[in-house]
């Protein structure tokens, strides 16, 4: 299982990023996807979690500026960021998890905002 993350790059404050992850497999596979960052210095954190049943949720850091989704049909889940804020510079990863316990990581994708 392989996952693809792209969409990250530099922007300003305020402003808006819709990160990808494309899966290698049907995404109905995993009980949940997940994104989660990691800033320098920093220990990686979650961000948003959905499960294949369609359910979110969000960590306080991120509620009602971050939305999750997920396509079937594209085999992909999405991280739509909104109001950017400097501190949400970070590379950001996409995860999978299996009913088998399984975890699959994308390779990350760096978002910076500049103030």
């Known amino acids: 299982v392989q996952l693809q993350a792209s969409g990250g790059g530099l922007v300003q404050a305020g402003e808006s990023l819709r990160l990808s992850c494309v899966a290698s497999?049907?995404?109905?596979?995993?009980?949940?996807m997940a994104w989660y960052r990691q800033a320098p210095g920093k220990a990686r954190e979650l961000l948003a979690t959905?499960?294949?049943?369609?359910?979110?949720m969000y960590v306080n850091a991120v509620k009602g500026r971050f939305t999750i989704a997920r396509d079937v049909a594209e085999n992909a889940a999405f991280l739509d960021m909104t109001t950017l804020k400097p501190e949400d510079t970070a590379v950001y990863y996409c995860?999978?998890?299996?009913?088998?316990?399984?975890?699959?990581w994308g390779q990350g994708t760096q978002v910076t905002v500049s103030s």
């Open positions: 995860n999978a998890h299996n009913s088998e316990l399984e975890d699959y």
């Open positions: 497999v049907g995404i109905n596979s995993f009980n949940y």
């Open positions: 959905i499960t294949v049943g369609g359910k979110e």
